[in-house]
Nanobody, 111 residues
């Protein structure tokens, strides 16, 4: 089992953008979906979107417009781009893929 590794979280001002990375060695050859989730303090984990080899990215309707998912096959990395960040986006963003969770990366948005 290979643990996903997230990075890119930061403390930013509302309106800025961030690109988060999730690296999962071998997820393409193993045909694993890479899921992005987030969890704010005191709230349930929320599904943000995913990338599936041979299918591409998926973002639920609730997240469309400000959240974009892309992939770099050469580095086994799936990106989550968040545009026009809002304080409500403050959360720990984590990946799940090939049966394992990453440790997450913290995004904090101040108004």
């Amino acid at each position: 089992q290979v643990q996903p590794v997230e990075s890119g979280g930061d403390s930013v001002q509302a309106g800025e953008s961030l690109r988060l990375s999730c690296t999962v060695p071998g997820f393409i050859s193993r045909r694993c979906t890479v899921q992005w989730w987030r969890q704010a303090a005191g709230k349930q984990r929320q599904f943000v979107g995913n990338f599936t080899p041979d299918k591409g990215p998926y973002v639920p309707d609730l997240m469309k417009g400000r959240f974009t998912i892309s992939e770099d096959e050469a580095t086994d990395t799936v990106y989550l781009q968040i545009h026009r960040l809002e304080p409500e986006d403050t959360a720990r963003y984590s990946c799940f893929s090939c049966g394992a969770w990453g440790r997450g990366t913290q995004v904090t948005v101040s108004s």
